[in-house]
């Protein structure tokens, strides 16, 4: 007995060795994603995370399950999953962020970002960095970085936008009060159409026009009921990179640069994708019959001034930390 007992420690102690030796237990990240699978033109959102599972998997032995077509639930549900744990990873994005980080509004501002680059530099900068950080104190997600949602979103409609002055008495399909507040200064009425029911109330004429990015236009054929697209470049769409912190905390050094790296590849293959498709977009609405107006720095100087200080008043009222509009409007005027 007394060598049996001995063996048992002896074998228990190496057991316990070998663990403490062996390399962390593979990790599986599953992300759930809005969009099918296969989609044209929006490879933008699900080519990034595509890229970030090839180059996940090629440099660890970490897996990921990319879910598909909204499988996991709306993206507010989805970004809850992640904040509890139950997901790694969601393409929930600026607007879905707001409604448990309500600061993020303020890259909302109307006119904030003269180009994509300008906006690329002040996510990347001190101002992302730091707003990336009260997201992560806030809410327990980490922002691995910042995607672009196709770009700026513009205005369309029936009939030509080329001022203000146009907008007066069309019914708009916009959400958040970032987009109705200045929709309703410039003397049309806002309305909160689902995405979903879009197609068909512009058809029926339950609104007159929306804004989205050109991508997204295309998506859900806008161009058969829209004959008219204004490049109004008003407000810059992205989303947050995001990822549980609850997870990455709990991989090892190793396995987090690699996360880290997986994120940046997966952001430029983003950036670069959505560069293209937003001008292969703006040519095909074209090509379906769509007026393209391209507006003069003196028309949008117009809008910028006719949207954002009624922005700016809500969101001062609004946001938890007023002093990041000046911070943000800094930061953009030191990245040009």
Request: charged residues 20%; without cysteine.
């Amino acid at each position: 007995m007394r060598h049996t007992r001995t063996s048992l420690v002896a074998a228990s102690a190496a057991a316990a060795a070998v663990a403490l030796a062996a390399p962390a237990m593979a990790q599986d990240i599953t992300v759930g994603l809005s969009l099918p699978e296969t989609i044209e033109g929006f490879d933008f959102v699900n080519g990034m995370y595509e890229t970030f599972e090839e180059h996940v998997e090629a440099n660890s032995d970490m897996t990921v399950e990319l879910i598909y077509g909204g499988a996991l639930g709306a993206p507010n549900e989805r970004l809850g999953q992640m904040r509890r744990g139950i997901l790694e990873m969601t393409d929930a994005a600026d607007g879905n962020y707001a409604t448990i980080y309500p600061d993020i509004q303020v890259l909302n501002m109307p006119y904030l970002f003269p180009s994509e680059q300008v906006a690329w530099e002040v996510l990347d900068g001190p101002f992302g960095d730091a707003m990336a950080g009260d997201i992560l104190e806030e809410t327990g997600i980490r922002v691995l970085g910042w995607w672009e949602s196709g770009g700026f979103k513009h205005f369309s409609a029936n009939t030509a936008i080329e001022s203000p002055e146009d907008m007066e008495g069309l019914k708009m399909r916009v959400l958040g009060p970032l987009a109705t507040i200045p929709v309703e200064a410039m003397g049309a009425s806002a309305s909160p159409v689902s995405f979903g029911e879009l197609y068909t109330a512009l058809r029926t004429g339950v609104v007159d026009g929306q804004d989205n990015s050109v991508a997204t236009f295309n998506l859900v054929n806008l161009y058969e009921v829209q004959s008219h697209l204004s490049l109004t470049g008003h407000t810059y769409a992205f989303g947050p990179l995001g990822m549980s912190d609850d997870f990455y905390s709990g991989l090892t050094a190793e396995q987090q640069q690699v996360i880290d790296e997986a994120a940046e590849a997966a952001i430029a293959f983003n950036r670069e994708a959505s560069r293209e498709i937003e001008a292969e977009a703006i040519d095909f609405a074209r090509e379906q019959g769509v007026e393209i107006i391209e507006l003069s720095d003196e028309q949008r100087a117009a809008f910028r001034e006719a949207m954002r200080p009624v922005a700016i008043d809500w969101l001062r009222e609004n946001i938890e930390t007023p002093a990041l509009i000046e911070e943000a409007i800094a930061a953009v005027e030191a990245a040009q």
